[in-house]
């Protein structure tokens, strides 16, 4: 069992930055990719950006390269999403995921992941 917990939603500007947490425990955090995913009103669930389990590897939708960027700290089982240059379009709850079955592999596919935290509010204004 993996419990995850986001942090660090909000209200931003257009343009501005927020950067979220999630928290993981229960299993090794190191052996397990993560993964970011969102959802806006009304629309599927799509997926944002993922990162290793020894975080060499990363992956990332086409609609946030150049401004989101995912790391990770081992020793505090914590995954961090930092988000620049934010539009309007990018508001949605964000959930955190964990992939416990990839075997080193960075997946993008929701149903790849197997533990979900109870996702984090951001709201950008024009």
């Known amino acids: 069992q993996v419990q995850l917990v986001e942090s660090g939603g909000g209200l931003v500007q257009a343009g501005g930055s927020l950067r979220l947490s999630c928290a993981a425990s229960g299993r090794t955090f190191s052996s397990y990719a993560m993964g970011w995913f969102r959802q806006a009103p009304g629309k599927e669930r799509e997926f944002v950006i993922a990162i290793s389990g020894n975080g060499a590897r990363t992956r990332y939708a086409d609609s946030v390269k150049g401004r989101f960027t995912i790391s990770r700290d081992n020793a505090k089982n914590t995954v961090y999403l930092q988000m620049n240059s934010l539009k309007p379009e990018d508001t949605a709850v964000y959930y955190c995921?964990?992939?416990?079955?990839?075997?080193?592999?960075?997946?993008?596919?929701?149903?790849?992941?197997?533990?979900w935290g109870q996702g984090t509010q951001v709201t950008v204004s024009s």
């Open positions: 995921a964990a992939d416990t079955g990839g075997f080193g592999r960075v997946r993008s596919y929701h149903y790849e992941y197997d533990y």
